[in-house]
């Protein structure tokens, strides 16, 4: 299938082709005929990416203090590192469609493959999308124009605002901003019964808006003319659809709202309130978020739970329902407000025409159009001829998972070695397919990750999905004969690490875990210059983690397992590389806070069979200020200490400081090391301390949970 992406550090959009999504459960796969280009976000997105480093920085402050931050702590090159290539990375475009539904995940139980359905948020510029249940509304065989339903995240944005104010019918509604959205709003309150005044710095009246009046927005006597039309009473309700710079919006709404009246905001303009008019008539303002409930809740939009019908009438998705079910009765009519229909295959097109628009088109609502096309189910893409062919001596390899983590670390690291070559990339399908895929650096990308370990070509397995596949994913790649390099963790469970190992024990294939730390330059030199077995070291590790929203994946104990075993386990492993002696004992203790439920604040207590004793500190508590990693080693009358994996210091007779520009935390090494293992010039000691590490981590886990259900 193409999916459409906004090459951000260009400013244009390109089609990339990528394998069609597969099912999973609680989510539908739709081929999709009709996508809407909105002219405010996309262009504004289009926009930004046009513009050049300074402008760009200029626009996003906020981003600006996050990289300087960076800087702080870790290093000036790292920091740029990072900021280009995101800056270099692909977004999807597009969240309002409809489509055919192609196959349903497990528990969809109330649509069918063949049914045509509306489509919000996870509903790109693509030809087929994966979108949760909880976003798409089936739409009615009766009704006669289905293309309509294509603006239904414009109707359920409008819809939330309507909701937000708390319209009555009959009211006397103010809509600031009669482009598409507002166009939108104004026919949905027509159709609640209530009167609406449009108002826009233009005249935009149409036809099939019925307003009581229209009144520009920079009439001098706008306030005075809209007290004509209400009485002298003023608006009951204004709604802001504007998108400007401008604080104008803001005024015009205080000023025209009648005493105890409501403002929302569902636009984007300046928030500046004048507390006079506010104050004189006590106005109450809201602002509108997007849909509805449900947006931005991860257990809403990806794990769809939903919101019980008698606590929250409206959600994200029964928003949309509404909207499909005023179109169906005819209560609503947007059929002009679609004045273009561009094919899928001339995007380009599309985006020309909201952004410079060199032909002076005029335009409303621009769909794109998605054709019948041979292929765009495939679960198969075989390569552009950037692709590398095999080359003798090099190691193939097949990458499983095209996450941000993979595309920003793994990826660079392998190109940067020069002694592997891409072959594959299996993915499930969605956005991050197509952004690692456009980079062209494999000879095909596949939505099944058993083509890859059917593959005789490929000799690496690279392991780089979510945590809770790991170890099924890993296991069947050594039962298949092949060498695995899998992220951390290796496994959630005991019984996953037990499956991994026997896996392991019974494969001809190598098996790595991405314990990177441990050949970090700065933990080599002190290894190197350690004498662990003549004296026992002290060993004292600060992780500075930062908090993570609790609805993160990651803090999921099923998905992600937990930020402990999901990264402690780094912290651990620098230990056991370190001492080498092996781990004699692990203790755990959470802190117990109530304003900190996330279990992501403990201290791991280590006791090596040297005699060596280590404490890690991990922690959400802390400034971001504050370098994310500490580590210092006591030992035979010296003191290491590593600075965030920038700079080692030695304190012995004399201090003696190493630092960096850039900050490395050992992945060119370890990359390195797996080629030595697999060329048959090193052995592999670190997988034992891998299985060692984590199951005495979640040994540990599993016995502070059972402490925990006892208490």
């Not at 509604?173 to 959205?181: P, S, Y």
């Amino acid at each position: 299938m193409k999916q459409l992406f906004l090459m951000v550090d260009k400013g244009n959009v390109e089609l990339v082709e990528v394998p069609a999504p597969v099912d999973k459960p609680g989510y539908v796969v739709v081929e999709t005929l009709w996508s809407v280009v909105s002219a405010g976000t996309e262009r504004t997105l289009t926009s930004f990416g046009g513009k050049n480093l300074v402008a760009k920085a200029l626009e996003r402050p906020d981003q600006v203090k996050k990289v300087l931050e960076k800087l702080s702590t870790d290093g000036v090159l790292t920091t740029m590192e990072l900021a280009f290539n995101k800056l270099g990375e692909p977004m999807p475009m597009g969240y309002s469609a409809v489509g055919r539904v192609l196959s349903c995940g497990k528990g969809v139980t109330d649509v069918f493959p063949g049914d045509l359905v509306a489509m919000v948020g996870q509903a790109y510029h693509s030809e087929i999308n994966r979108v949760n249940r909880n976003l798409v509304a089936k739409l009615p065989d009766s009704l006669p124009d289905p293309r309509q339903a294509a603006l239904c995240a414009l109707g359920g944005i409008a819809l939330q605002g309507i909701h937000q104010a708390d319209v009555r019918p009959g009211e006397t509604v103010a809509v600031i901003g009669m482009g598409l959205i507002g166009q939108i709003c104004a026919r949905i309150l027509d159709a609640y019964g209530c009167d609406v005044i449009g108002f826009d710095v233009v005249d935009k009246s149409l036809e099939g808006t019925r307003l009581k009046a229209f009144v520009n927005s920079l009439d001098e006597n706008a306030a005075e003319l809209t007290l004509a039309q209400t009485a002298g009473r003023g608006v009951d309700k204004v709604i802001i659809t504007a998108a400007t710079d401008s604080n104008a919006p803001m005024d015009l709404a205080a000023a025209i709202a009648r005493d105890r009246g409501v403002i929302c905001m569902i636009g984007v303009t300046k928030m500046d309130i004048d507390r006079r008019p506010y104050y004189q008539k006590e106005l109450t303002f809201t602002i509108a978020r997007s849909y509805g409930p449900g947006r931005y809740d991860a257990s809403y939009e990806e794990k769809g739970v939903d919101y019980p019908i008698g606590h929250v009438r409206f959600t994200e998705g029964r928003n949309i329902e509404e909207f499909v079910r005023l179109l169906d009765t005819g209560r609503l009519d947007l059929s002009d407000l679609i004045t273009h229909e561009v094919p899928f295959e001339d995007a380009a097109t599309a985006y020309e025409m909201i952004t410079t628009n060199k032909n002076h088109e005029q335009y409303i609502g621009i769909l794109l159009q998605y054709p019948e096309r041979a292929g765009k189910t495939d679960s198969i893409v075989r390569a552009s001829s950037q692709a590398k062919s095999a080359v003798e001596g090099k190691v193939s390899v097949g990458l499983v998972g095209g996450g941000g983590f993979a595309r920003s670390t793994i990826l660079p690291g392998l190109k940067a070695n020069g002694g592997y070559r891409l072959k594959a990339l299996a993915t499930t399908g969605g956005v991050s397919t197509g952004q690692t895929a456009e980079e062209g650096l494999f000879s095909y990308i596949t939505n099944d990750y058993h083509d890859l370990l059917d593959d005789d070509d490929i000799d690496l397995i690279i392991v780089s999905t979510g945590h809770n596949s790991h170890a099924k994913i890993a296991a069947e790649a050594l039962r298949a004969g092949k060498s695995v390099y899998c992220e951390k963790p290796l496994a959630l469970t005991l019984e996953e690490l037990d499956m991994v190992e026997e896996a392991y024990r019974e494969s001809k294939g190598h098996l790595f875990c991405g314990m990177n730390r441990r050949y970090a330059p700065s933990v080599l030199r002190i290894k190197e210059e350690l004498h662990t077995d003549q004296m026992p070291c002290m060993y004292d590790y600060i992780v500075n983690a930062g908090e993570i929203p609790a609805d993160h994946w990651t803090q999921d104990a099923n998905v992600g397992g937990g930020r402990i075993i999901g990264e402690a386990c780094h912290m651990v492993d620098v230990v056991q590389s370190l001492d080498g002696s092996g781990i004699d004992s692990l203790g755990l203790t959470f802190a117990d806070c109530e304003d900190r439920p996330c279990k992501d604040n403990a201290i791991i207590s280590l006791k090596m069979k040297s005699g060596a004793i280590a404490n890690i500190l991990y922690t959400s508590a802390g400034s971001k200020k504050f370098p994310k990693e500490q580590l210092r080693v006591f030992g035979a009358g010296n003191v290491y200490e590593v600075d965030n994996f920038i700079g080692l210091t030695r304190f012995s007779n004399a201090k003696k400081s190493s630092p960096r520009l850039k900050q490395d935390k050992g992945f060119a090494n370890e990359y390195d090391f797996i080629l030595k293992v697999l060329r048959g010039e090193s052995p592999n000691p670190a997988i034992e301390d891998t299985f060692t590490g984590h199951r005495a981590l979640i040994e540990a886990l599993e016995a502070s949970a059972g402490e925990a259900s006892a208490r």
